[in-house]
């Protein structure tokens, strides 16, 4: 199978472009959408009154819902394109897939099975990251005396820096695996965001969302080098094998409603909500640095 480092490299920078695509979107949204809302800050919103605020919500909707409405008519021309056009036949007619021996195989490799485990809490923290970095920027710059509107403003562009950070931390740890095999580069980053997080709970300032900023950076190599990591040595069993691993993007509508539910509780020990709420990435991010550890130890060739 060659070098696995090797392999998760290729992977790696098969992958690395892809946050662009999110950073970009990003700054449409602050600049082409948010800008274009309407200014007016929750307290003043609650003193509108039912027309008032109805009549609003509907410029905003009417804003929001133009970009949806192109990506749209862009996704029926790509599938117009697409049925009309031909395509080259599959040469790989002789092989069949016989699904039970294949799924206990995989259901029986440990390194697989713990990966799309892993998989599914990389996943969930990388979204609950990324959803509440605004929500927790927020409460920060609020406190300093700073405007609502003004104070999510200038998070988003918190949440930039730190896609920004995201994009180049993968171009440096695709570099780093040259040198460090996957497991461990997997678990000392994985480390590093348990470490990171827990600067996130506990500092109640702008040190708390510097920390919440670099965690982007370690959570940069992660979801290829699991992937790469849990598929290498499955042989033709990794063809089925990929779509256990892409279905454990599930994790990503199941921990952020959690994370929810705990900033709607209220705070604990003096500790904020939303500060209190990202316990669950750390968790996350134990469960990841407990199979980088077993990948490194006892599932490397």
């Known amino acids: 199978m060659g070098d696995p480092s090797t392999a998760t ?3 790696n920078l098969a992958q690395a472009f892809n946050p662009i695509g ?4 990003m700054f449409c949204a602050m600049n ?9 800050d929750s307290a003043g919103r609650a003193e509108l009154s039912d027309a008032e605020f109805e009549a609003m919500k509907a410029a905003d909707l009417s804003i929001l819902s133009s970009p949806y409405i192109l990506v749209g008519l862009f996704v029926v021309i790509l599938f117009l394109i ?11 007619t002789e092989h069949s897939l016989n699904l039970g021996p294949v799924l206990k195989r995989l259901l029986h490799t440990p390194k697989y099975r713990e990966g799309v485990i892993a998989q599914f809490f990389y996943v969930g923290a990388q979204i609950m990251c990324w959803t509440f970095i605004i929500q927790y920027g927020t409460r920060i710059f609020m406190n300093q005396g700073m405007s609502e509107l003004d104070a ?5 562009r918190y949440n930039i820096a730190a896609m920004v950070l995201f994009c180049i931390s993968r171009f440096i740890c695709t570099f780093l695996l040259k040198y460090i095999s996957p497991g461990r580069l997997l678990s000392a980053l994985a480390i590093g965001g348990c470490l990171l997080t827990a600067g996130v709970i506990g500092f109640q300032n702008i040190y708390g969302l510097y920390c919440l900023v670099a965690v982007l950076g370690c959570m940069s190599l992660m979801f290829p080098t699991i992937y790469g990591i ?15 691993l892409i279905m454990a993007i599930l994790g990503g509508s199941v921990m952020p409603p959690l994370q929810a539910l705990i900033i709607d509780g209220g705070g604990l020990a003096g500790i904020p909500s939303v500060h209190l ?6 968790l996350c991010f134990v469960i990841i640095t407990i199979y980088g550890y077993r990948t490194h130890r006892f599932f490397s060739n």
């Open 9 to 11: 490299r290729r992977l």
């Open 22 to 25: 999110s950073l970009l979107g």
């Open 32 to 40: 082409f959408i948010q800008a274009r809302l309407h200014p007016l």
């Open 82 to 92: 697409i049925l009309f056009t031909s395509m080259p036949k599959n040469q790989d």
């Open 152 to 156: 999510e403003v200038l998070s988003q």
């Open 230 to 244: 849990a598929l290498e040595g499955l042989g033709d069993d990794a063809k089925f094998g990929a779509a256990g």
């Open 277 to 282: 709420s990202f316990i669950i990435p750390l």
